[in-house]
């Protein structure tokens, strides 16, 4: 029997998705580690039958940065309907860090030559990515400065930046370290010193 015989019939969407999440998976081991046959036999395909579905691997590829963005999105989306802006945030972070946690692909994305260099393919898609990310918590925080809960007087992109380099920087020392290094821990000591600065400061009474 081949692969094909034994692998349940998906319509194109629904294998697009499955191919997807098999390229996200194995590029926890780095892209290179995201070949046709190693998808193709992640989702009991024969690695013909995966250009049937995606003319090439950088376009497999696209697909799984895509679905790893949405992710990214709807992190923000659901961060965006709290009432408050800090515990907005905060929710952010904590489930931004179950991601990468869960989707070892997250660094190795963040942090590749063959993503991020110069000439690659995939270098404007990731840019883009970062500008969504910013502008959504941008938003959140431009919300929280209309509200009453962060302080007006530094602009909203501005914080958004800071907010995301007070994970990225612990993100890269568990990437380098191997996950020898607690990164919950810091994240929460940083969120707690930058909360403290989001927060508006009633002036002392004379």
């Known amino acids: 029997m081949t692969y094909e015989t034994l692998t349940p019939r998906l319509n194109t969407e629904s294998r697009q998705d499955q191919i997807a999440r098999a390229a996200l998976t194995l590029a926890a081991d780095g892209l290179r580690a995201v070949t046709i046959s190693a998808v193709a036999e992640a989702v009991g395909l024969v690695p013909s039958a995966l250009y049937r579905h995606f003319k090439s691997r950088n376009e497999m590829l696209r697909a799984a940065f895509m679905l790893l963005r949405s992710m990214l999105e709807d992190n923000v989306q659901c961060s965006a309907m709290e009432t408050n802006a800090l515990v907005g945030l905060e929710r952010f972070w904590r489930r931004h860090l179950g991601l990468f946690r869960t989707h070892g692909a997250i660094p190795r994305i963040l942090f590749s030559e063959d993503v991020a260099g110069p000439g690659s393919p995939f270098r404007p898609m990731l840019i883009e990515g970062q500008d969504h990310l910013i502008a959504g918590i941008s938003r959140i925080i431009a919300q929280g400065q209309q509200s009453g809960q962060i302080r007006p007087d530094v602009e909203s992109y501005d914080l958004a930046v800071m907010f995301l ?38 002036p002392k009474e004379p």
């Open 165 to 202: 380099g007070q994970i990225l920087m612990p993100a890269h020392m568990f990437f380098i370290r191997r996950g020898e290094f607690d990164i919950e821990n810091q994240v929460e000591r940083n969120w707690l010193i930058f909360r403290s600065m989001l927060k508006m400061h009633q």
